[in-house]
């Protein structure tokens, strides 16, 4: 995500695992090759510059702990340092009142429109809410009102503008009023933004900030931007008193400025960031999380919420009794193939499992689950549960029915049958032995 920091910082950490201790000449060169790297990742020099003396202090007064490296032993100090400039812990949004009322800021371009339908989407999901809408107070930019209301329904949502209206405050205390009878419970308000702030731009928001009186103000910030989104967010916040930010574009080429800084600047937390461009793609901030990913640790936090989130505790339970008694069907087979790729892509996945970040050759051919899904659509009910044994008259109609070779049918048996065996004996390494990615 953040390359270019996270090899730097890798190439620091190697230097400091060839050496026998830390001393305070190593650690000072150390400390200057970390803040190097964050001020060309567009971290602001301040930051950089608190953050690096926090972790040499830290560095030279830490006795070495005979059970790691030197190199290792400065990782978790950057690591911690990482964390606490983040600030230590999520945090989720706080509400009293109800209807609850979200005012979204920001410049023209970070995404505000798409990223009120994420927010939307993902409260509505956690149950804390029944009946959002989002109400469209951005009347500058061409199509944006047509914008908000396509994402509305894509999530299922209420949807509020006033046809014609040009001015926004008015169209926010239409929707405060329609808010009771339409039984809305959580107002997101869409408002305008600028390619760079202007009075004019600040004193609009100001004045429909004055009519809704929201519990949350959120800034989205592109963390493409760098450290130009820390400067933008502190006029906001200056003016209008933002309570947390939403960082996007995260799973494009972003840089480290705006993620590292503006917990730190601006004094408040970084709520959720944004990793893609489906609904699904927002999540809640966790500092532990982005210290993990910048410095090339995989995500095992967010690789847990991910299978929480689509294996059923109970299914989960079964699976396991039916392989630890190596009882696993086709069909069992295909449902967690399914529920994989409803976490998203299986390299994506990979590249959050510590350790299998840092292979970059590591070849992932996809295209081998489909096959796989595919030769498993092919076979008969009682085929997929296993109560017929696969003769070579019925693999040569499975390969026929699933554009696959008789070949691929024969080499996804024979791994499927290392799979149980692997279970059935205890021996784990052989579980890979028939792995998509092998």
């Known amino acids: 995500m953040f390359g270019a920091l996270t090899e730097k910082l890798r190439g620091v950490f190697a230097k400091l695992s060839r050496e026998k201790k830390l001393?305070?000449?190593?650690?000072?060169?150390a400390v200057n090759e970390v803040r190097l790297a964050l001020l060309e990742a567009d971290v602001q020099y301040a930051v950089a510059k608190g953050f690096v003396k926090r972790v040499k202090e830290r560095a030279v007064g830490e006795p070495l702990l005979q059970s790691v490296t030197p190199g290792q032993q400065f990782i978790k100090i950057v690591h911690d340092e990482l964390v606490n400039l983040m600030g230590s812990e999520e945090r989720e949004l706080v509400f009293r009142r109800r209807p609850a009322k979200v005012l979204l800021c920001g410049l023209q371009g970070s995404g505000k429109t798409t990223q009120a339908a994420k927010l939307a989407h993902f409260l509505k999901k956690q149950g804390r809410f029944v009946r959002p809408v989002l109400i469209a107070c951005d009347l500058q930019r061409p199509a944006a009102v047509e914008q908000l209301r396509t994402l509305a329904a894509s999530v299922g949502v209420d949807f509020f503008a006033i046809s014609g209206e040009q001015d926004p405050i008015r169209v926010a205390?239409?929707?405060l009023e329609e808010a009771v009878s339409s039984n809305w419970d959580l107002l997101i308000f869409d408002t305008a933004g600028r390619l760079h702030v202007d009075e004019a731009l600040m004193e609009q928001l100001k004045a429909v900030h004055a009519v809704v009186e929201p519990e949350e103000v959120l800034f989205i910030a592109n963390a493409a931007t760098g450290q130009d989104a820390v400067k933008s967010a502190l006029q906001f916040r200056d003016r209008v008193g933002i309570t947390g930010v939403i960082l996007t574009m995260l799973d494009g080429?972003?840089?480290a400025g705006a993620a590292l800084s503006l917990r730190e600047?601006?004094?408040?937390?970084?709520?959720?960031?944004?990793?893609?461009?489906r609904i699904e793609d927002l999540r809640l901030f966790h500092p532990h999380s982005m210290a993990d990913r910048v410095l090339d640790m995989g995500d095992p936090i967010n690789l847990v919420r991910k299978a929480q989130e689509h294996f059923e505790e109970k299914e989960a339970e079964v699976l396991e009794k039916k392989l630890r008694r190596a009882e696993l069907t086709y069909e069992d087979y295909l449902k967690q193939l399914k529920m994989m790729r409803k976490m998203g892509s299986l390299k994506s996945l990979l590249g959050m499992v510590p350790g299998l970040s840092q292979l970059k050759d590591l070849d992932v051919d996809e295209s081998k689950i489909f096959k796989t899904e595919a030769i498993i659509y092919s076979m008969t009910p009682s085929e997929r549960q296993k109560k017929c044994e696969l003769s070579a008259s019925r693999r040569r109609r499975i390969a026929n029915g699933s554009g696959a070779s008789i070949d691929d049918v024969n080499r996804f048996v024979k791994s499927f049958k290392q799979l149980e065996g692997a279970f059935k004996n205890k021996n784990l390494e052989k579980l890979f032995g028939g792995s998509p990615w092998r």
């Open 23 to 29: 001393t305070e000449e190593s650690i000072a060169e």
């Open 173 to 175: 205390r239409r929707a």
């Open 253 to 255: 080429t972003s840089r």
């Open 265 to 277: 600047v601006l004094g408040v937390p970084i709520l959720f960031e944004g990793v893609g461009e």
